[in-house]
């Protein structure tokens, strides 16, 4: 069984910065060997799309709407993927969701945690 937790998730103003944080967790947490993780999100009435993900060596994909304002770190050990948005904009607005695929393996979703960017 594994989980994606995340956490992180609120309301900010335009400008302000908010960081996003997804652990693996549940029974087959030790047994996760991590080939991509990272981030989606979705906005009311639109499609999940991709904002950031990092694959097992190291290549990280960014939204060209978040390039230079949104940073995603990994800690492999802690099965840990953080995602740092700064200079944050109203149209950042959606639910982010924690995504992780097993090294070789299946992929996983996290339940979402709400951003608003909004004055």
């Known amino acids: 069984q594994v989980q994606l937790v995340e956490s992180g998730g609120g309301l900010v103003q335009p400008g302000g910065s908010l960081r996003l944080s997804c652990t693996v967790s549940?029974?087959?947490?030790?047994?996760?060997?991590?080939?991509?993780m990272g981030w989606y999100r979705q906005a009311p009435g639109k499609e999940r799309e991709l904002v950031a993900v990092v694959s097992s060596g190291g290549t990280t994909t960014y939204a060209d709407s978040v390039k230079g304002r949104f940073t995603i770190s990994t800690d492999n050990a802690e099965k840990l993927v953080s995602l740092q948005m700064n200079s944050l904009e109203p149209e950042d607005t959606a639910v982010y969701y924690c995504?992780?695929?097993?090294?070789?393996?299946?992929?996983?979703w996290g339940q979402g945690t709400q951003v608003t960017v909004s004055s």
């Open positions: 549940g029974s087959s947490r030790s047994r996760f060997r991590i080939g991509t």
């Open positions: 995504y992780a695929e097993r090294w070789g393996g299946p992929s996983y």
